[in-house]
C-alpha cells in the first residue's frame, strides 16, 4: 500500500494542472499506453461522457507504444485534445502521485495477456478503485474495488454511463476507495504474499533420497572439503 491523506486536488497542484483540471472528474491510467489497454475505446468513452459531464478528463501517464495507433491524434479526431493529458514516460514514483490525483484509474484489457496488470494493482494500492474489463483475469478482481466492463458491442457505451455514475456519486466512489484499501491490506499485502509461497511450497511432495544416494554425497563433500 502507497496511499496516503493528501487531497487529490493539492497533488494535482503538484503536478502542475490548471484550475479546471484540478476542480475535474479524473480518470488516470498508469502504465505503457498500448493498443492491447483498448486506449481508443477509453477515449471515445470519455468523448461520450463528457457529453453530458464537461468536467470528466483523463490522464494516460506512460510510455506510448504506438503501435500502428496515434492516441493524441484519436484524441483530437474526437474532440478531446484538450481533456487528455499525455505525461510520456515518468518515474514509478511520479506515476503514484498521478494515481493518487485521480478520482478512478482505469485498465482495460483486450486481447487479454494473462497475465496481472501492474497498473491495476499500483492504482489499488493507491486506493483507487479502477475500471477493468469483464474479461481474464480482471474477472477475478473483487466488485468492492473494481468496476467491471464488458468487452463488446457495449464496451464504450457502458464504460462513458459507468464513468458518469461514478462522477455524479461522490458516496459509491468513496465506497469502491474503502473497498480498495481493504482489498490491499486483507488480500495483496506483502505479508500475505509471504504466506501464500510458504503455503503454496509446503505443498510439494517431499524430496526422494535413497540411502545409497545421501551416502554418495556425503563421499562427495568430504572430497570437495580434502581438496578445499
Known amino acids: 500500500k502507497r496511499w496516503h491523506d493528501e487531497d487529490r486536488r493539492e497533488t494535482r497542484r503538484r503536478l502542475g494542472l490548471s484550475t479546471e483540471w484540478i476542480e475535474s472528474f479524473l480518470i488516470v491510467s498508469f502504465g505503457g499506453v498500448q493498443p492491447h489497454k483498448r486506449v481508443d475505446k477509453v477515449l471515445e468513452a470519455v468523448a461520450e461522457a463528457r457529453r453530458e459531464r464537461d468536467d470528466v478528463r483523463l490522464v494516460l501517464a ?18 478531446i485534445a484538450d481533456a487528455t493529458h499525455f505525461t510520456g514516460f515518468v518515474e514509478e514514483r ?24 501492474g497498473g491495476i494493482f499500483q492504482s ?35 464504460l462513458a454511463q459507468r464513468i458518469v455514475e461514478l462522477r455524479d456519486d461522490p458516496a459509491r466512489l468513496a465506497e469502491l476507495e474503502a473497498g480498495a484499501r481493504r482489498f490491499v491490506e486483507e488480500e495483496c499485502h506483502w505479508s500475505h504474499t509471504a504466506a501464500k509461497y510458504v503455503e503454496y511450497l509446503d505443498s510439494f511432495p517431499g524430496p526422494r533420497a535413497t540411502r545409497k544416494g545421501l551416502l554418495a554425497l556425503g563421499i562427495e563433500r568430504q572430497r570437495q572439503r580434502a581438496q578445499g
Not at 506515476?95 to 497475465?115: C, E, F, I, K, Q
Not at 486506493?127 to 474479461?135: I, W, Y
Not at 483475469?137 to 458491442?153: A, I, W
Open 62 to 79: 506512460g510510455k506510448k507504444h504506438a503501435e500502428g495507433f496515434d492516441p493524441e491524434g484519436y484524441a483530437r479526431e474526437l474532440g
Open 94 to 117: 511520479e506515476g503514484w502521485d498521478w494515481m493518487h490525483a485521480g478520482d478512478v484509474g482505469v485498465n482495460l484489457r483486450g486481447p487479454t495477456s494473462g497475465g496481472t496488470s
Open 124 to 158: 489499488l494500492g493507491q486506493g483507487r478503485p479502477v475500471l477493468a474489463s469483464n474479461a481474464g483475469e480482471q474477472r477475478e478482481l473483487p466488485d468492492s474495488c473494481t468496476v467491471k466492463v464488458p468487452v463488446g458491442v457495449a464496451e464504450v457505451e457502458t
